[in-house]
């Protein structure tokens, strides 16, 4: 239902609950001439620039600075442990800032 809304979802429960397992039961499901999708592992060395680059390396340059899904198929990152990334001096999470300016303006700057 929330992939032919276009909305991101965020699954939460303790440790050992089975998010993960339920959501690659999915992505395992889906059809792969409509469906693109790729894992993200977050961890303590996780950055705001490697994010980029894994959601980038999804992407194909369609014209001029425009960059899109393959043939039109619909592209799902799947982000696990979101929590770990490490926090910064100011207390920020760049991954997570970034996965929000994803998410809000629907688009990514050049770095």
């Given at each position: 239902?929330?992939?032919?809304?276009?909305?991101?979802?965020?699954?939460?429960?303790?440790?050992?609950?089975?998010?993960?397992?339920?959501?690659?039961?999915?992505?395992?499901?889906?059809?792969?001439?409509?469906?693109?999708?790729?894992?993200?592992?977050?961890?303590?060395?996780?950055?705001?620039?490697?994010?980029?680059?894994?959601?980038?390396?999804?992407?194909?340059?369609?014209?001029?600075?425009?960059?899109?899904?393959?043939?039109?198929?619909?592209?799902?990152?799947?982000?696990?442990?979101?929590?770990?990334?490490?926090?910064?001096?100011?207390?920020?999470?760049?991954?997570?800032?970034?996965?929000?300016?994803?998410?809000?303006y629907g688009s990514i700057f050049n770095r």
């Open positions: 239902m929330h992939l032919k809304r276009k909305k991101p979802i965020l699954f939460v429960g303790g440790a050992g609950t089975g998010k993960t397992q339920v959501i690659k039961d999915y992505l395992a499901s889906t059809k792969t001439d409509q469906v693109a999708y790729k894992t993200i592992n977050f961890s303590s060395f996780t950055d705001a620039a490697s994010l980029q680059r894994d959601i980038e390396s999804m992407l194909d340059k369609k014209s001029g600075k425009t960059y899109g899904s393959a043939m039109n198929k619909t592209l799902i990152a799947f982000i696990d442990d979101l929590n770990m990334p490490l926090v910064g001096t100011y207390g920020t999470q760049t991954p997570i800032q970034l996965l929000r300016q994803i998410i809000d």
